[in-house]
């Protein structure tokens, strides 16, 4: 059995100051107009709830579930959706909130799924980014924290499943 030790990143209290900017800039952009959240599960769905609460413009949530992981650290680079959104997203502003960009793979896939959807707007809000692993080249709208190249958990981020439930960004150090 492999022991993990969890080195502290970012604190909630940090976490919450940057989520609290970022809902201001959404709702700036937006102009007064609704704006669907694309909750990409589980990782994001922290990160998209309190994002929602500090949105000022009509929200209106959604949940996709894709997966590009498994149980591994590193992407399959195959992006699989396991629950797709419960209405159409044609003519809205759709804003995908992720937990974290890595490869991009799973971010470029949904950017384009929304754009051929018929979504009138696509943004993208990320709590992490990790510019050091990118293979494909997405553009991102809001941009929590950008992060090295190491392994997190906390927030709504797993590990095997395990660490969601902590109310901060650790580093796994195996």
């Given at each position: 059995?492999?022991?993990?030790?969890?080195?502290?990143?970012?604190?909630?209290?940090?976490?919450?100051?940057?989520?609290?900017?970022?809902?201001?800039?959404?709702?700036?952009?937006?102009?007064?107009?609704?704006?669907?959240?694309?909750?990409?599960?589980?990782?994001?769905?922290?990160?998209?709830?309190?994002?929602?609460?500090?949105?000022?413009?009509?929200?209106?949530?959604?949940?996709?579930?894709?997966?590009?992981?498994?149980?591994?650290?590193?992407?399959?680079?195959?992006?699989?959706?396991?629950?797709?959104?419960?209405?159409?997203?044609a003519?809205?502003?759709?804003?995908?909130?992720?937990?974290?960009?890595?490869?991009?793979?799973?971010?470029?896939?949904?950017?384009?799924?929304?754009?051929?959807?018929?979504?009138?707007?696509?943004?993208?809000?990320?709590?992490?980014?990790?510019?050091?692993?990118?293979e494909?080249?997405?553009?991102?709208?809001?941009?929590?924290?950008?992060?090295?190249?190491?392994?997190?958990?906390?927030?709504?981020?797993?590990y095997?499943?395990?660490?969601?439930?902590?109310?901060?960004?650790?580093?796994?150090?195996?």
């Amino acid at each position: 059995m492999m022991m993990e030790k969890i080195r502290l990143l970012y604190s909630e209290e940090q976490i919450d100051a940057r989520i609290r900017e970022m809902g201001a800039a959404v709702s700036g952009e937006l102009h007064g107009e609704p704006v669907r959240i694309v909750c990409v599960l589980k990782g994001a769905s922290f990160f998209a709830c309190e994002l929602a609460k500090r949105i000022t413009v009509p929200v209106v949530m959604d949940f996709m579930y894709v997966s590009s992981y498994g149980n591994s650290t590193k992407s399959s680079g195959a992006i699989l959706i396991v629950k797709d959104l419960e209405s159409p997203v044609a003519g809205e502003n759709v804003l995908i909130a992720e937990d974290i960009i890595d490869s991009g793979h799973t971010l470029h896939f949904l950017t384009a799924e929304m754009k051929r959807r018929g979504a009138a707007r696509v943004m993208v809000c990320t709590l992490l980014s990790k510019p050091d692993r990118r293979e494909v080249d997405v553009p991102v709208d809001h941009v929590g924290f950008v992060i090295p190249d190491v392994f997190v958990v906390g927030y709504g981020l797993d590990y095997a499943q395990k660490y969601r439930n902590l109310p901060y960004i650790g580093a796994v150090e195996f």
